[in-house]
Nanobody
């Protein structure tokens, strides 16, 4: 079993920055592919970014150039650095983990999920 806990969500102004953290326990993330997803009220959960076990990084077009996913293996933690935030980025952000290589853009490819952390971008 893998347990994931997100933190770092906050209220920020448009153009601001925020870093989300996802701490794991129960199993090392060094051989896992990590994903960040987000979900606004009444909307479907959307892909944000992935970090594969080989070090590859992929981003949704809506966040490319603004968000960066990274990992710190010594702390068994994954991060999402968010810059140039927009009001459209407002959502609950979830981290997820998988040890397979199946359809990394789809939420149903990830068996392990955190509880989510709220990010609100507003002036």
């Amino acid at each position: 079993q893998v347990q994931l806990v997100e933190s770092g969500g906050d209220l920020v102004q448009p153009g601001g920055s925020l870093r989300l953290s996802c701490a794991a326990s129960g199993r090392s993330l060094s051989s896992a592919t990590m994903g960040w997803f987000r979900q606004a009220p009444g909307e479907a959960r959307q892909f944000v970014a992935t970090f594969t076990w080989t070090g590859g990084q992929l981003y949704a077009d809506s966040v490319k150039g603004r968000f960066t996913i990274s990992r710190e293996n010594a702390k068994n933690t994954v991060y999402l650095q968010m810059n140039s935030l927009r009001t459209g980025d407002t959502a609950v952000y979830y981290c997820a983990a998988t040890y397979s290589t199946v359809a990394l853009f789809r939420p149903d490819s990830y068996p392990y999920w955190g509880q989510g952390t709220q990010v609100t971008v507003s002036s």
